[in-house]
């Protein structure tokens, strides 16, 4: 079964710090795409940055980039320069295109910024 | 202009009513999908909708029945509502993966309490 694992419940940053936050995917797929979801307060899911599985290359947005690592099946998501407004939930979700194409959801990391 | 919406935001209502909960969306997008996501944050795929067509259907009691009048339309009628039926149900759509640009587009979720 594919399984999106994020082991950090929680986690905080100084602002203007960097933080990392951690995920792992289990699957028997050779394409599939992996994300980064933030779920601020305001509940809204806003998407911050995407993979696809067959590009070597990090995927990068701004302050925010991807350690993508396909044969350790991880996919870190580091926030460069972080800012009050990067607090949120993020999860780390994974498509798969077999039994009809969904996303997959690992169990979020809540992120709290420290002035 | 809103690129999907649902409707309500919030819903409150007593154990054992029907209701229903609508979705809509602009982005001309080919599939919809319904999430739920518990107490705990956990997202999980309800179902899925392609043109129209029933794709997904995740184990989920026959009490829920989504509707896809269109293509643009992907409402979900609940019945006999229960208690552990309470969470935050959301809508999405997406165009077809590997055609470019793949990623899923989120409601703004709907809140559903039952007493």
């Known amino acids: 079964a594919q399984t999106v694992t994020q082991s950090q419940p929680e986690m905080s940053v100084q602002e203007a710090e960097t933080v990392t936050l951690s995920c792992t995917y289990d699957?028997?797929?050779?394409?599939?795409?992996l994300f980064w979801y933030k779920q601020p307060p305001s509940r809204q899911m806003i998407l911050v940055i995407r993979?696809?599985?067959?590009?070597?290359q990090n995927a990068t947005e701004n302050r925010f980039s991807v350690n993508f690592q396909k044969a350790a099946k991880s996919f870190s998501l580091k926030i460069s320069d972080s800012q009050l407004g990067d607090a949120a939930m993020y999860f780390c979700?994974?498509?798969?295109?077999?039994?009809?194409?969904?996303?997959?959801f690992g169990q979020g990391t809540e992120l709290s910024v420290k002035p | 202009d809103t690129a999907v919406s649902q409707t309500p935001k919030y819903l409150v209502t007593q154990m054992g009513n029907d209701k229903s909960i609508k979705c809509e969306q602009n982005?001309?997008?080919?599939?919809m999908y319904w999430y739920k996501q518990d107490s705990k944050k956990f997202l999980k795929i309800m179902f899925s909708?392609?043109?129209?067509?029933?794709?997904i259907n995740e184990t989920v009691p026959n009490r829920f029945s989504p509707k896809s009048p269109d293509k643009a339309h992907l409402n979900l009628h609940i019945n006999s509502l229960e208690l552990g039926d309470s969470a935050v149900y959301f809508c999405?759509?997406?165009?077809?993966?590997?055609?470019?640009?793949?990623?899923?587009?989120f409601g703004s979720g709907t809140q559903l309490s039952v007493l």
């Open positions: 999405a759509s997406s165009q077809e993966f590997r055609q470019g640009d793949e990623k899923l587009f």
């Open positions: 699957t028997s797929e050779s394409d599939y795409y």
């Open positions: 993979q696809e599985a067959y590009k070597q």
């Open positions: 979700a994974y498509y798969i295109y077999n039994q009809g194409g969904k996303l997959i």
């Open positions: 982005l001309g997008h080919d599939t």
């Open positions: 909708y392609n043109n129209k067509e029933l794709i």
